[in-house]
């Protein structure tokens, strides 16, 4: 399997809602990874997870909380969302044997996409 | 900050040759990536360069020079299906606390019968 699954494909959600976006993979990747990227614009990295723990969070607001709770499984938390918020979520997995090559790929799913009303 | 640069918009013809330039200012290096994406699908890996030079993958190559922070992506005999985006991509950590990937804005491939 080299694949990371990610549901919903799509989420329309008003601002006073609470939703989970939902993360799966089985390569035996021991960092994952949210992304965030609006239209015509790059990922931004939002969390990193390596061996389960949160490692790198890129000053992202509290209405939304990862969630790790196992080595193939991540989540991310929205609540109290704002219209600006609407984007496409990318979840990534990628090894964690730094240092050689081929090792670093990050390997990404279709992603989520979110709307907020 | 991190400054990675390309352009936004490149047309080429079937059957070309295209290069997608990017150079970067960054707080550490420790690999250039390169990823396709469709409109509305996930990045998939095309390459990564660590040591400079030239990494060649069938109608794909990348080249680096570190010393110059900068690295194209070549394609040859262009089809349709490589009109997509393709993002130029610096590692920025890589240790046990994962792998910091920092992206460029993308260019934006149309290829052209």
């Known amino acids: 399997d080299t694949e990371v699954t990610q549901t919903p494909k799509h989420l329309v959600m008003g601002m006073t809602n609470k939703k989970s976006l939902k993360c799966e993979q089985h390569m035996g990747h021991r960092a994952m990874y949210w992304y965030k990227q609006k239209a015509k614009k790059p990922p931004e990295l939002m969390f990193v997870?390596?061996?389960?723990?949160?490692?790198i969070n890129e000053s992202v607001p509290s209405r939304f909380s990862p969630e790790c709770p196992n080595s193939s499984l991540l989540n991310l938390h929205l609540h109290a969302l704002q219209p600006e918020d609407s984007a496409l979520y990318l979840c990534?997995?990628?090894?964690?044997?730094?240092?050689?090559?081929?090792?670093?790929?990050?390997?990404f799913g279709a992603g989520s996409r979110l709307t907020v009303l | 900050g991190q400054n990675i640069d390309q352009p936004t918009e490149m047309t080429a013809t079937e059957g070309a040759i295209v290069q997608i330039n990017c150079t970067y200012q960054?707080?550490?290096?420790?690999?250039l990536f390169w990823y396709q994406q469709h409109a509305g699908e996930a990045p998939t890996f095309l390459s990564y360069?660590?040591?400079?030079g030239l990494e060649e993958k069938g109608r794909f190559s990348s080249f680096l020079s570190r010393s110059k922070g900068y690295s194209y992506l070549l394609l040859k005999e262009l089809q349709m299906k490589d009109s997509a985006s393709y993002l130029c991509a610096v590692l920025l950590l890589n240790n046990n606390a994962g792998n910091m990937l920092t992206f460029g804005g993308g260019t934006r491939l149309m290829v052209k019968p």
């Open positions: 990534a997995s990628s090894p964690l044997r730094g240092g050689v090559f081929g090792a670093n790929v990050l390997t």
């Open positions: 960054t707080s550490g290096f420790n690999g």
């Open positions: 360069n660590v040591l400079d």
């Open positions: 997870y390596s061996y389960e723990k949160l490692s």
